[in-house]
């Protein structure tokens, strides 16, 4: 067998993804006559042009089940590059029925979600924000998608109306202004069409009277076969009142459309409506919804508007017979918006958001929320007003009666100002599946025991934090991938000794923490992926004898970081994943690694004032050149500039830390 994936392997052109997806077509049976039947297909001796490896993806294609091959199919709607996140494709293969039809839906969603990640692990599709779950699909896989899709899917990236097949079930439209009324007559059978979905990341134009709100009315009148209507960011004023046409509607977005403030009464002639997603609108009130909405009995999915989440006990059938979404609710002293009328909005889905804890009185009150019983909730954050930094007793006696259902998946805190941080059901570790905790802008001096099933944990701004050694422990939080701690001031004490024994941790990032101290060198384990330290006191020092080991490191990135001086060839060298390197403000640095390595990487140096930095491992080494990377200096004696042809521009993430480096002083003073 082993000669059988010599004889595949010389066929796939040295590419990654060929490797990685026939290799898992190969993992599914290890069997003799099964590797002979993949070496022996006929697919090999297709000409596929250039890169010479699509026809490994296509026989990684053919060898899908058949309800994964239905659902990466359906993926052609979507443009080259198109960002995406898992929930966005979980939804539209529900809603058209790829997903076999179960007893609830949050069962349907684990197996759409499974098959997602099925797809992921063959690698269809491809994780680009890790810590965002952002996912686009390689181009080649792309153009893979793009052959399979005969008449059924379409992507109109242009004005080629004509071009449409006449058969086309499925249309994504890249910009809303090719949905105007001129267009959309150019439609062969729109009857057909049973999906249509803006899926463009620049939304919206200029003039909206030539974008979707104009054609809005002239799309309803066409489209009338239509299941699933997907309008995000379109400038939507208004729903036209034949918007009831769509009798077969089961799916519609419309989110993100802040001038839209009302519904009409034709909205409630759509029986079979089951997802409605109204986040970022405008209708705040009730009588935002027309007074007949309990015909909408179909009703399943619901995502409101912000901050109308008090308003929907007034609908029974929108509070009762089906599964709210992602809520804001904003509490006060008395009225509707008391804590307590919180559980009269039963089974909400995705996250909660309460806002204005400070108006909460007591324990007694926060348990009558009824949190305990909301067993769908995946996401919890919890609010104070930041100015209301009195009464700290009351905060922790509030944060301890909100006590959510053992489901609970992540916990954000916001403005706490409990001088600890100490809840029962983490004490007692009654929350099993909770991973991931955040604590922002909070004003408690410690925090005791999470739970140990914690993957994740987060924190930023916590001014008065001054030690973590009771949390951070490897054997309290086995399962940790995660640890980020940014601007904390007065924090001095982390066990960083042992974060070695932490076997999971994948990213290590301290910005801002200049008060730490670190009477032990870190030590930290082979499983760093990502490690940032930034103004980090005296951290800084286990650099370079923290790095030995890191033989898994990626991306490592050293700002502002005084007592580094050096980082010999011997520990760049055993970095073998490294495939950047970031170094800013090291203002006593002066040599670093070797040439042969550091032409094999991404490297960023800016604002070292040494008058000269060598590779080689020592001060008298050869002078740092900018053959690979970006260097800059504020020295007069700086190393050569970089020619225009080798400059590396970085790139704006979600991750703050993917700052552009000529803005960072601006970051490092905020």
């Not at 058949?66 to 539209?92: A, Q």
């Not at 249509?196 to 009338?224: H, M, Q």
């Not at 993957?455 to 973590?468: F, G, H, Q, V």
Request: hydrophobic share 35%; net charge negative; glycine share 4%.
């Amino acid at each position: 067998m082993e000669d059988i994936a010599n004889e595949i392997c010389t066929r796939l052109k040295g590419s990654p993804l060929a490797a990685k997806t026939l290799g898992r077509v190969l993992s599914q049976k290890i069997d003799k006559k099964y590797w002979e039947s993949i070496r022996d297909s006929k697919i090999w001796k297709i000409d596929q042009g250039k890169d010479g490896i699509t026809h490994v993806l296509y026989l990684s294609y053919m060898h899908l089940p058949s309800e994964l091959k239905r659902c990466f199919s359906y993926c052609s709607m979507f443009s080259k590059d198109h960002i995406f996140h898992p929930t966005e494709l979980v939804r539209f293969w529900i809603m058209n029925r790829f997903i076999p039809i179960q007893e609830n839906l949050k069962s349907m969603e684990n197996q759409a979600l499974q098959y997602f990640h099925e797809l992921e692990n063959r690698g269809f599709f491809h994780c680009i924000w890790a810590y965002t779950e952002r996912y686009v699909m390689h181009d080649l896989m792309h153009d893979v998608c793009q052959s399979l899709k005969g008449d059924e899917c379409y992507c109109l990236e242009d004005e080629a109306f004509p071009n449409i097949p006449p058969n086309m079930h499925h249309m994504s439209v890249c910009h809303t202004k090719l949905l105007n009324e001129e267009n959309l007559t150019k439609l062969h059978k729109p009857e057909k069409l049973q999906s249509l979905l803006v899926v463009s990341d620049n939304y919206g134009i200029e003039d909206t009277s030539r974008g979707l709100p104009f054609a809005f009315e002239s799309l309803c009148n066409k489209l009338t076969n239509v299941r699933c209507l997907s309008l995000p960011r379109c400038y939507i004023k208004e729903i036209p009142e034949n918007i009831e046409n769509l009798k077969y509607l089961q799916y519609l977005d419309i989110s993100n459309n802040p001038e839209l403030k009302k519904l009409p009464e034709s909205f409630c002639n759509l029986y079979g409506l089951e997802f409605l997603d109204m986040n970022g609108c405008s209708v705040f009130e009730a009588d935002g919804f027309p007074s007949c909405c309990d015909k909408l009995r179909a009703l399943k999915y619901f995502i409101p508007p912000d901050h109308v989440a008090t308003s929907l006990k007034q609908i029974p059938v929108l509070s009762k017979t089906m599964q709210l979404y992602n809520l804001i609710y904003k509490v006060e002293n008395d009225g509707e918006n008391k804590i307590e009328n919180l559980k009269l909005l039963e089974g909400i889905r995705g996250f909660l958001v309460i806002k204005g804890l400070e108006n909460v009185s007591s324990k007694t009150a926060a348990e009558e929320a009824g949190l305990n019983k909301q067993e769908l909730l995946d996401v919890l954050s919890l609010y104070w007003d930041d100015s209301s930094l009195e009464n700290n007793e009351i905060h922790m006696e509030v944060l301890d009666g909100l006590c959510p259902h053992s489901n609970l998946e992540e916990l954000k805190i916001y403005y706490y100002n409990g001088s600890h941080f100490k809840p029962r059901r983490m004490r007692n570790n009654d929350l099993p599946k909770l991973k991931r905790v955040m604590f922002d802008s909070c004003w408690n001096k410690t925090v005791s025991q999470l739970p140990c099933s914690i993957t994740e944990i987060k924190i930023d701004w916590c001014r008065e934090l001054e030690s973590l050694v009771d949390c951070l422990q490897p054997n309290l939080l086995p399962k940790l991938k995660f640890i980020e701690i940014d601007r904390c001031t007065k924090l001095k004490s982390l066990p960083v000794e042992s974060f070695f024994k932490f076997l999971s941790l994948e990213k290590l990032q301290i910005r801002k923490c200049r008060r730490l101290t670190c009477p032990i060198m870190m030590s930290l384990p082979p499983s760093i992926k990502y490690l940032y330290l930034d103004d980090c006191g005296e951290l800084d020092k286990s650099i370079p004898s923290c790095l030995r080991n890191l033989t898994s490191l990626e991306d490592l990135r050293i700002w502002n970081c005084p007592n580094v001086v050096s980082i010999p060839n011997e520990v760049m060298a055993n970095l073998q994943s490294l495939r950047r390197l970031d170094v800013d403000n090291c203002e006593n640095l002066e040599s670093l690694g070797d040439e042969e390595f550091l032409q094999s990487i991404d490297f960023y140096i800016y604002d070292c004032p040494k008058r000269q930095i060598t590779w080689g491992g020592n001060p008298n080494g050869k002078q740092l050149s900018a053959a690979q990377g970006e260097i800059d200096s504020t020295a007069p004696s700086a190393p050569a500039t970089i020619p225009a042809h080798h400059h590396i521009e970085t790139q704006t993430t979600d991750d703050p830390s993917s700052s552009s480096p000529r803005n960072r002083k601006a970051d490092a003073q905020n």
